[in-house]
């Protein structure tokens, strides 16, 4: 078993910056994939960004230049800056971790980000 906490989301004018923290504990060994999801009333889970391992990210092409994933692997941590924050930003946002495979993915309690005009 692997339990995310997570951290960092609050509210925000547009145009502004965030930093999310997820830190895994538990059962870490044979953690691989790490990531984030957010889900904004009435609309699909969206993948974010993701990051392996050895550090290799995707992004959605809507955040892909605004935000940044990353990860400590001694501290078994994954990070999400959120840069030039827009109202559409607004949501729950979730991290996850895979320990091994997506058969074995452990979610985070969600943190509400909210971004105003």
């Known amino acids: 078993q692997v339990q995310l906490v997570e951290s960092g989301g609050g509210l925000v004018q547009a145009g502004g910056s965030l930093r999310l923290s997820c830190a895994a504990s538990g059962s870490i060994f044979g953690i691989n994939g790490m990531g984030w999801y957010r889900q904004a009333p009435g609309k699909e889970r969206e993948l974010v960004a993701h990051?392996?391992?050895?550090?290799?990210?995707v992004y959605a092409d809507s955040v892909k230049g605004r935000f940044t994933i990353s990860r400590d692997n001694a501290k078994n941590t994954v990070y999400l800056q959120m840069n030039s924050l827009k109202p559409e930003d607004t949501a729950v946002y979730y991290c996850?971790?895979?320990?091994?495979?997506?058969?074995?993915?452990?979610w985070g309690q969600g943190t509400q980000v909210t971004v105003s005009s």
């Open positions: 996850y971790a895979d320990r091994f495979t997506r058969s074995s993915r452990y």
């Open positions: 990051v392996t391992w050895g550090a290799s990210t």
